[in-house]
């Protein structure tokens, strides 16, 4: 089996640092002697967890910003980079999620999922990316979502920021292994984090239905950070932190409408909207 490779002393970025899989990720960086970059925009919350990290004995650095802001992003690699030299990997991680349809959802919130989850991670390696080319080496993981691999109805917008995440990567992966940079996009299934606290809601939905959760597959964010890690240390493409999940494109793949029947769709839709009755029934005395 080929040796990994050694994380102590590398330097990571994280953006979306202050909970969930960014956190978790931070902690468990730190764990295998990693010196740490945290940005988010919750101060407190980065303090927290830069003290747990430091009286666990290992070296971070906080930035405290919005990944909307290209400079804000690009002062985190600056931080890093003059505080010890170098950076190693960048984690693409900042991203919230919207339920409500297409249709309806706010102009402002499709804007705002756009900006964070899209333009954000496009931020985060334009950031980096000068500092690897000149160390000729660097990693840029992307963390996505399954549901990148098929649209969800009610998250639909969600579904297409990951969508685009994990398309660019295609391209960038090439653009990246001629200057020897490593990319890699992780997958996660539904994770509790807080995610689910933070989700745009549709006001329709929040009316009729208050807070219910997606129900599926879960895992926690320690899972993930532990599939990060395993890929900070052997770099891969595409990173299933639960495993089956792996299987969702294979389906989709063989029959688009498979995946959408197995996980009954409308009935989900209908769910999560609140609505009543069949989706699509014929008007009265139609046959
Ligand atoms: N939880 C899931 O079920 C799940 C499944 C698949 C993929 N994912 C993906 O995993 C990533 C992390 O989510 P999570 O589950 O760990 O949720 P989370 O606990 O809500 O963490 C989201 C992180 O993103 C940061 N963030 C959000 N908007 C930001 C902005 N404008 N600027 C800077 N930071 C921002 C938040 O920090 P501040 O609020 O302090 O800025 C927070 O640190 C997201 O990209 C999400 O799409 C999650």
Same mark, same amino acid.
């Given at each position: 089996?080929? =040796? ?13 640092? %202050? ?76 991203? $919230? ?58 998250? %639909? =917008? ?37 995610? $689910? ?13 208050? %807070? ?76």
């Amino acid at each position: 089996m080929l =040796l990994g490779r050694d994380l102590a002393d590398r330097v990571v970025a994280i953006t979306g640092a %202050s909970s969930g899989i960014g956190a978790a990720t931070a902690v468990a960086c730190a764990r295998r002697g990693m010196r740490v970059g945290l940005f988010a925009r919750r101060e407190v919350r980065l303090e927290k967890l830069a003290k747990e990290i430091r009286e666990q004995g290992g070296e971070v650095e906080t930035v405290v910003g919005d990944v909307r802001d290209r400079d804000a992003v690009a002062g985190l690699v600056t931080a890093v980079t003059r505080r010890w030299g170098s950076l190693d990997a960048i984690i693409a991680n900042a991203g $919230f999620g919207i339920v409500a349809p297409v249709a309806t959802t706010p102009p402002e919130q499709a804007r705002e999922i756009f900006d964070v989850n899209v333009l954000g991670t496009v931020w985060a390696i334009q950031a980096a990316w000068p500092v690897f080319e000149v160390q000729r080496q660097g990693h840029i993981i992307i963390v996505s979502s399954v549901l990148a691999q098929h649209g969800l109805p009610a998250n %639909s =917008l969600y579904s297409a920021t990951k969508a685009a995440q994990s398309v660019m990567a295609d391209g960038l992966r090439v653009e990246a292994e001629t200057v020897g940079i490593d990319v890699s996009v992780v997958y996660p299934v539904g994770t509790d984090t807080e995610f $689910f606290e933070s989700i745009r809601k549709s006001p329709d939905r929040e009316r009729k239905l208050g %807070s219910a959760l997606p129900s599926g597959p879960r895992q926690t964010a320690d899972q993930v950070a532990h599939a990060i890690v395993d890929c900070l240390e052997r770099p891969r493409f595409e990173v299933y932190p639960y495993r089956a999940a792996r299987l969702v494109p294979w389906a989709d793949a063989l029959s688009p409408k498979l995946i959408a029947k197995m996980l009954r769709f409308p009935e989900y839709y209908r769910r999560q909207m609140g609505i009543e009755g069949e989706t699509g029934t014929k008007p009265e005395g139609e046959a």
